[in-house]
């Protein structure tokens, strides 16, 4: 399977002081559904290798239902670039906004802690098309930002 969608309500545990749902919080839901994606994926266990850009658009408030959609959106020899976002809102009103979305990079390992290659995924509908092209291109501009320094 290349994506997965998990849904829940926010509760009152993971609010800040200010009232709403903590980042920190929302990062971890974010890898924890990066982690089930890339596992399912690989069917091995993976570790998270890098987190792209965070960006919130607005706050989570407690009770809101919360979805974290992660799908696969590019593979390596041995990575998988999952594409995750957020989404919150009121229940009554069945209206969903975005919170935040970002890449997440993770590879599968063996017992020993070592990389191990990962089966390719080939993207077949025009909006996984376009996510894969859109990593890819990050990916790709990454690797010349760090050529360069």
Request: hydrophobic letters at 40%.
């Amino acid at each position: 399977m290349s994506h997965i969608t998990l849904r829940f309500l926010a509760e009152p545990s993971t609010i800040n002081f200010g009232g709403k749902v903590h980042g920190g919080t929302v990062m971890k839901w974010i890898d924890e559904a990066g982690y089930a994606c890339a596992t399912r994926w690989a069917k091995r266990y993976c570790v998270t290798v890098s987190v792209g850009s965070i960006r919130f658009t607005r706050p989570i408030r407690i009770g809101d239902l919360v979805e974290v959609e992660a799908r696969l959106a590019y593979t390596g020899s041995s990575s998988m670039n999952i594409s995750v976002e957020v989404r919150t809102g009121d229940m009554k009103l069945e209206q969903m906004g975005k919170v935040t979305e970002c890449v997440v990079v993770f590879v599968a390992v063996d017992p020993d802690g070592k990389t191990i290659p990962v089966q390719a995924w080939q993207p077949e509908t025009p909006s996984d098309i376009a996510l894969a092209q859109y990593v890819k291109a990050h990916l790709d501009a990454s690797r010349a930002a760090q050529a360069l320094a």
